[in-house]
């Protein structure tokens, strides 16, 4: 069998055409979910991207492996000390170990092994292809590479290539050349005046007055990121920037399908689409950026075709991308690792029921350090370290009715609170319980002085930020939280 994984950085699935979005962002992607089993409630069980990216490769939970953050102890793998054998654990039971022990040739085209020095994403690789700018080239550098690839290899049998796309991912930089096709295109219609008032009040991270993480600067090498959305032009820079890398990309895929079809293999290949996350496009007032473990960060598309599997169908259970690892084990008649968290939804693919989960537990602890849950349309989301956005220790959303976020139900479902609570704390007894380690990674970003990308050395310089956009009045709280 032959299998290409296409990992579109940053891709939310409700901005492509197959999960219902109004713009024609992915005309060549919907023309795969056409054929495909597509999936509707996929999330990644950490985020933002190296403990994305660890946990799909591993088969394990961030509490698992360590890997939580982007930087300190909780961006490295657990130590194995004294047990490990020739071999550490992540050359044992990685999914591209394991298909590279069973004879497949392994590829993969991304620098996010460089990008990160995530040392766990090699794992199992035969053949490495870094593009060179760590996460900031565009598809036109990327796409040649893929060509020569499938050009040299494509009539092989058994491999597996895993393809990196950034061009979704912020900051927003489709050539300015490429045709804008949104820009008489409405906005989402969530996004109401009212609420874009609201949230230029908010503050915290890439909220609409500091869309640069903690200010509102540009650069003029990405002119179609802005750097705050206080005006109508700004709003609609903002999404069609998002959704004109979307189409970008999209014009990728098709090329590949195309290079494919040449090769006479597009009917053999198992073909996957999927991200390492979402992006928060207003939702909890955030704008462009993935920094929270709620329904829009950590939900990621997934579309599956090819050998094996029933076309055409739309699977609503709840599934883990770490469920990746067994799925594609069974299929091709392989050892499932004991030591993976996931559990294969290969009956789902053949049409066989949803096969889903009645829980799946999301963590953030790179922006924020928050774990939620998510079961039958609740997401309990429960916050350890705010970020800088001052949320509440608790929240509560119904997200099949308010996918968007915008009304927390915390203070008038004190009972499904305590579901929530009592689930989340359930469910870290258990994999404490399986540990390889007895240090719960989350506390470890705590201790070391918060995530990385809100460390208490961030706050004086963003407070300056605050007072000169006249929100003076969030600063005795932040300093409450977060100045000792």
């Known amino acids: 069998m032959r299998i290409l994984y296409i990992d579109l950085d940053a891709l939310r699935p409700d901005h492509l055409g197959c999960y219902g979005y109004h713009r024609n962002t992915s005309p060549n992607i919907d023309a795969l979910a056409a054929e495909s089993t597509r999936f509707t409630n996929y999330y990644t069980s950490d985020a933002p991207c190296l403990p994305s990216r660890t946990a799909l ?149 890439h909220k609409a007055q500091e869309i640069n993480m903690l200010n509102d600067r540009e650069d003029p090498a990405y002119p179609r990121h802005p750097g705050s959305l206080r005006t109508d032009g700004d709003f609609r820079r903002m999404f069609d920037g998002y959704d004109m890398a979307i189409r970008y990309v999209d014009d990728q895929i098709g090329m590949i399908v195309a290079a494919l079809k040449k090769a006479g293999v597009f009917e053999d290949t198992l073909i996957m689409i999927s991200s390492d996350h979402g992006e928060n496009m207003g939702e909890l007032g955030i ?125 008038v479902r004190p009972d499904l609170c305590h579901e929530g609570a009592a689930r989340l704390l359930a469910w870290q007894e258990e994999q404490m319980l399986c540990s390889r380690s007895n240090v719960d990674p989350l506390w470890t970003v705590i201790r070391e002085g918060g995530p990385f990308h809100a460390r208490k050395e961030d706050l004086p310089r963003y407070l300056d930020h605050l007072r000169k956009t006249g929100r003076e009045w969030a600063i005795p709280e932040l300093l409450r939280r977060h100045g000792a």
């Open 57 to 205: 490769y591993t088969g394990v939970f961030g509490i698992h492996s360590g890997v939580v953050g982007h930087g300190g102890t909780a961006a490295d793998l657990f130590v194995q000390g004294p047990g490990r054998g020739f071999r550490d654990w992540v050359d044992n039971q990685s999914l591209p170990s394991q298909l590279f022990f069973q004879g497949f040739h392994t590829a993969q085209i991304s620098p996010f092994g460089f990008r990160h020095s995530a040392r766990q994403f090699f794992a199992g690789f035969k053949e490495i292809h870094n593009t060179g700018k760590g996460g900031v080239e565009s598809a036109e550098e990327v796409t040649p590479v893929v060509m020569k690839w499938l050009e040299d290899h494509a009539e092989e049998d058994r491999w597996f290539l895993h393809l990196n796309y950034w061009d979704v991912h912020t900051p927003y930089r489709v050539p300015e050349t490429y045709e804008n096709p949104f820009e008489a295109e409405p906005l989402p219609a969530w996004l109401t005046p009212e609420v874009r008032a609201e949230h230029l009040k908010m503050v915290g991270p």
């Open 287 to 411: 704008y462009g950026e993935h920094g929270t473990a709620d329904h829009i960060t950590c939900r990621v598309p997934m579309i599956v075709k090819g050998p094996g599997v029933k076309p055409g169908q739309v699977n609503h259970g709840l599934h883990y991308s770490l469920d990746l690892a067994p799925t594609l084990a069974e299929m091709l008649g392989l050892n499932v690792s004991e030591s993976w968290d996931g559990t294969s939804y290969a009956a789902a693919l053949r049409g066989e029921g949803e096969c889903g989960r009645d829980q799946v537990v999301i963590s953030q602890c790179a922006h924020v350090c928050q774990r939620s849950v998510r079961f039958g349309p609740w997401l309990y989301m429960r916050t350890l370290h705010d970020g800088f956005h001052l949320f509440p220790r608790e929240m509560l959303f119904n997200v099949e009715e308010d996918p968007h976020e915008q009304t927390d139900l915390a203070e």
